[in-house]
């Protein structure tokens, strides 16, 4: 059975129409699942009888079972969600002033194989599909009685490598008739596939691009994430400002700083060679070490003489807050889980 959920609007309507339905019930439905959010056919009372008999036959409402959930002191929330095939997938609720943001998966499992990140190393299963992407917002948003204001896809997978899914995911999270979440409010994190920035760049979503960059040279890159040896710094660079020349938005370079590999003030005067003159802002991340990992964290003061260097030679970056690291929930903690064995 198709999950009903995995339908942007315009999808249903085809859907719909093209069982002798009229199109406007798909706006019903889609009012039902993502304003009202109701959990069943039965609750969606403007349709007959008969209709709703019919989508019961016809599709299901995935609903998410918490199979977990743990509680940062710092108000984090890690969930353990079962996608009902065997498979569980996390998902990060991170409460700042401005409103609450999800860390979505993409994917059971990462294809990646970045060397810092708890994600790599565990067997890829399958891609997350749009409705399983958007449960995890709906279903956090049950569990704690409030809106979700901001998702990134920083969670585990990499989204450009589901890149159909995540698409139709996000024109259901920013349609206005549903969840209504803003693109802007929409954060999507790459590794650096190439040709899918271009896809990207050409969608008309407003959403904001987050470049995993991490390193300055292919050498170094490509020691941490494998993907460089596919695409190097050259062409990833050159499809980043291709990106901001098509979509005159300003790109989000990620840089996880680890002791005595990236963090020097060399380091960061590449950095500053690189990225001079573009769009862009940078986000410094301490990474995290994980288990049995090569990679450890960035003294608090090598952090802040990086970011100084580069503020002070005219690239604005921040230091990301560290949450949730206490339940592993923080940035490259999260892994797959299967029920089966
Ligand atoms: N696959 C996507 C999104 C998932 S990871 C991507 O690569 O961008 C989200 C961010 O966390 C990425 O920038 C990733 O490089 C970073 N990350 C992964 N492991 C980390 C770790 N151990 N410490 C800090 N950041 C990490």
């Known amino acids: ?31 039902w699942l993502y304003v009202d959010k109701v959990m069943s056919f039965d609750e969606m009372t403007n349709l007959s009888l008969d209709l709703r008999n019919k989508l019961k036959e016809n599709y299901t409402i995935c609903n998410y079972k918490i199979l977990k959930k743990q509680e940062s002191s710092d108000g984090t929330k890690k969930y353990l969600f079962d996608v009902l095939d065997g498979n569980a997938i996390e998902t990060v609720l991170m409460q700042y002033h401005h409103g609450k943001t999800i860390c979505v998966s993409s994917q059971i499992g990462c294809k990646m194989g970045c060397k810092f990140c708890a994600s790599t190393g565990i067997k890829f299963e399958r891609n997350l599909t749009p409705g399983e992407i958007v449960e995890q917002i709906l279903a956090v948003e049950q569990d704690i009685g409030d809106k979700i204001s901001n998702v990134v896809f920083m969670g585990i997978g990499e989204p450009l490598d589901n890149y159909d899914n995540v698409i139709k995911a996000i024109r259901i999270l920013n349609n206005q008739k549903g969840l209504n979440i803003g693109a802007r409010h929409i954060s999507v994190s790459t590794s650096g596939l190439v040709p899918r920035i271009y896809d990207l760049a050409n969608e008309n979503i407003q959403c904001t691009l987050s470049i995993s960059l991490h390193a300055t040279t292919d050498e170094k890159r490509s020691s941490m994430m494998p993907v460089n040896n596919r695409y190097n710094i050259t062409e990833l660079m050159k499809a980043c400002k291709d990106y901001i020349k098509i979509t005159n938005k300003r790109i989000s370079f990620e840089y996880a700083l680890a002791k005595d590999n990236n963090d020097n003030l060399n380091d960061a005067k590449q950095l500053v060679n690189l990225l001079k003159g573009m769009l862009c802002h940078v986000n410094l991340i301490p990474i995290n070490k994980i288990e049995n990992g090569q990679y450890s964290k960035s003294t608090n003061e090598n952090i802040i003489k990086f970011r100084d260097y580069l503020n002070d030679n005219g690239i604005v970056a921040t230091i990301r807050r560290e949450l949730g690291s206490d339940i592993d929930a923080a940035c490259g903690q999260l892994r797959r889980k299967n029920l089966k064995n």
Do not use: T
């Open 1 to 31: 059975m198709k999950n009903i959920k995995d339908f942007d609007l315009a999808d249903l309507q085809e859907e719909l129409v093209a069982v002798g339905e009229k199109k406007f019930r798909a706006e019903q439905i889609f009012k």
